[in-house]
């Protein structure tokens, strides 16, 4: 419908207003389409101080809070994704999964057929625990800990990946 079409246009914008200010997001990062009657946005991040977990936290937050974010809810709704609460996932190509194993476990051969949908689910969620983990020890760890992660990054990694 012309209405769908329009509020697809605009989602880009819309989604990029919720990410702007916490997670550094234009308008530009971000591109919208429909694909199998499923949203389907891919947003670029730019900043090395966000993660892919801290944008779909607050899309998510946003799709939840329909009083603070009507626009992007009615957009959501137009399209044919309003009715009951929205889902925010995180899709990750295969081959990219399949070589973040080979790098931490080298010794480990998975072919693509074996890195099924419940697998990679499962490997997501425990990356997004980890990293969840340390999101709050550093918060906890007081208003330097992001000065003391910036010099630990500068460090030269122990890790070798031939």
């Given at each position: 419908?012309?209405?769908?079409?329009?509020a697809l246009s605009?989602l880009?914008e819309?989604i990029?207003?919720?990410l702007s200010?916490?997670?550094?997001?234009?308008?530009?990062?971000?591109?919208?389409?429909?694909?199998?009657?499923?949203?389907q946005?891919?947003?670029?991040?730019?900043?090395p101080?966000e993660?892919?977990?801290?944008v779909?936290?607050?899309?998510?937050?946003a799709?939840?809070?329909?009083?603070?974010h009507q626009?992007?809810?009615?957009?959501?709704?137009?399209i044919?994704?309003?009715?009951g609460?929205?889902?925010?996932?995180?899709?990750w190509?295969?081959?990219?999964?399949?070589?973040q194993?080979?790098l931490?476990?080298?010794?480990?051969e998975?072919?693509?057929?074996f890195?099924?949908?419940?697998?990679?689910?499962?490997?997501?969620?425990?990356?997004?625990?980890?990293?969840?983990?340390l999101?709050?020890?550093?918060?906890s760890?007081?208003?330097?800990s992001?000065?003391?992660?910036?010099?630990?990054?500068?460090?030269?990694s122990?890790?070798r990946?031939d």
């Amino acid at each position: 419908s012309p209405e769908a079409a329009e509020a697809l246009s605009r989602l880009p914008e819309l989604i990029a207003d919720v990410l702007s200010w916490q997670c550094r997001v234009q308008s530009d990062d971000v591109d919208c389409s429909i694909m199998e009657n499923i949203l389907q946005a891919g947003v670029k991040i730019r900043s090395p101080h966000e993660s892919v977990h801290r944008v779909t936290d607050v899309l998510q937050s946003a799709l939840a809070d329909k009083k603070r974010h009507q626009d992007l809810n009615e957009a959501f709704a137009a399209i044919g994704c309003g009715e009951g609460p929205s889902t925010v996932m995180v899709q990750w190509p295969v081959s990219r999964i399949q070589e973040q194993i080979r790098l931490a476990a080298p010794q480990y051969e998975l072919p693509l057929s074996f890195l099924s949908e419940e697998l990679t689910s499962k490997l997501l969620d425990a990356q997004r625990c980890a990293a969840m983990a340390l999101e709050e020890a550093l918060e906890s760890a007081g208003g330097d800990s992001m000065d003391a992660l910036q010099s630990l990054e500068d460090l030269e990694s122990l890790a070798r990946y031939d």
